[in-house]
C-alpha cells in the first residue's frame, strides 16, 4: 500500500503510530480489494471518448465475466457511440458503504479497451449482465444494444484516506472477491453496539496499541477486522487479523470469537 | 423531450397512448433536470484524458458555483496530473433516488474543461466546495491540492428510461435547481399511502387515462406530479400539473390539494 505525503500546511491532524508490533496485519491485496469492490454494485461510470476525443463520463450498468465488466449499451447514446469508434474506456465504481464521508469510500478505476464478446463468452456475457441488471432483459436483445467486454489493462483501488494502491492486471484477473466484507454490516454493527470491550482488547493486544480507550470496527475482511482507535495520543486505524483467512461468512462469527480470546490471553 | 426508436425484436412492454389530452403537461426543462441534478449531491465521476489520451474515470466530490462543478483534487492523484496536462474532462452525475431499477435513475453528463478560479471566483469556489464536502477542510489547503472549475459546454440529461435530453450551456447556466424535487420524498409517500384515490382521479381527469385504475406518483417538482398510471391498456407514465409553477416547498401541500378538486370537479 502505498500511503502519499500531502502538502501539510501544518494544521493537519496527526495519526499516532502503534506502539507495539500488530500482531497479525494481513488484509487483502489491492488486487483483491478491486475484486471485491467490482463485485459490490452493478452500477458505475463510465469514460470513453468523443469523435474530438474528448473524456466523456457517463452512467452505465454492468455484470462481470471473471473480474471483466460486462456493458450493454445502445449505440444511439454517446457512449455506444463512442465505444464503436474508439475501444478505449475505463470505468470507476464506488462500493456501496454506509459512510457519511464520501471520500472514505472505497472506489475503483478499471482500465483497458473494450471487445465485442462473440461464441461462448457471448453467451456468459449475456448471462453475467442479465444476473446483475435484470431490468437489462428488456431491452439486451433490441437491435442497437450491444453487449462489450472491457478488457482490463490497469486497475487502481482507493480504500479511503490514504489507502491506495495500483494492482496488475494478472493480479486482478486471478483475485477473488472477499466472502466476508459484502454481508459483514450486521456482524460489524453487532460487534459495535454489545462488544466494544472485546475490540478495545483487540486494539490493546493484538493491534499495536495498548493506550486504546475505545476502539470501533469499520471493516472485515476474510483476513481480519480493521479498527478505528482512539487513544490519549490521537485516533489512529490498526487491524485484528484472523489466525487463517475465511472461506465463508457462516465463519465470522467463531473467527471473531476467536480474536476475543486471543486478545484476552496475550 | 426526445423519445428514441429502439429495435425492438416485437416483445418490448408497449406503453398505452393517452385517451384524452393531458391538462397541464408542463414540466422542467432539460437545463432545469440538469441544474436540480447537479445540486443533490456532492459525489460524481470524473472523465479525464491520461498522457496516453485514454479515458480515466475516477470518483470526485464538488460544490458548485452556479451550475458549474467546483473539484479540489491533489495533483499526486492521476486525475489531478491528468487535468494539469489536459483541461477537457466531465463528470457525471446520478441524482441519489429510491429506483430499485439503476436505469430509473436520474443522471447527467457536464461536459468542457477545467480552469484553476482566481481573485473572487477563487474565494467562492473554495466557499462552495466546503460548504457541499465540509470534509475537505483538511486537506483543501494542502500545497498538492488545487480547486478546477469545470466550464461548462455542454449538457446531457437521463432523465430514466426514454427520457432524455441536451440543453445548452447558457441554458443551463441560466436554469435554477427546482425548489420541490430534493425534499419531496416524503410528500411523495403521504401521497402514495394516504391519497391513492385522489392520484387516480388526477390520472383519469387530468393526466389523458379515463381508464387508470391506480396511479402512483413517482416524483414532483414545481411544475406538478409524475404519476406511474395502471390501466387495462398496460403501463404508462403521466403528468399532472400545478396551475402555477411553485416557488418553494412549502407550497406543496396546497398545490397537490389544489391537483384533487381540480380532478374531482371535471
Sequence with gaps: MTNLDHGDPGDAPTVPPPLTEIVNANRPSAAEEA???????NMGTLATLTKDGDPWASFVTYGLVGGAPVLCVSHMAEHGRNLARDPRASIAIVAPGPQSDPLASTRITLAGHVERPEGEELAAAREAHLAAVPAARIYIDF?????????????????????????????YAEALPDPITPSAGRAIAHLNDDHADALVAMAQKLGGFPDATAATCVGADRYGLDLDVTTPRGRAMTRAGFSSPLNSSDELRSATVGLTQQARQV
Design 35 to 41: 475484486r471485491t469492490a467490482a463485485a459490490s454494485t
Design 143 to 171: 437491435s442497437d444494444f450491444s453487449l462489450w467486454v472491457l478488457r482490463v489493462q490497469r486497475v487502481r483501488w482507493v480504500g479511503g484516506y490514504g489507502r491506495m494502491d495500483s494492482a496488475t492486471a494478472e493480479a
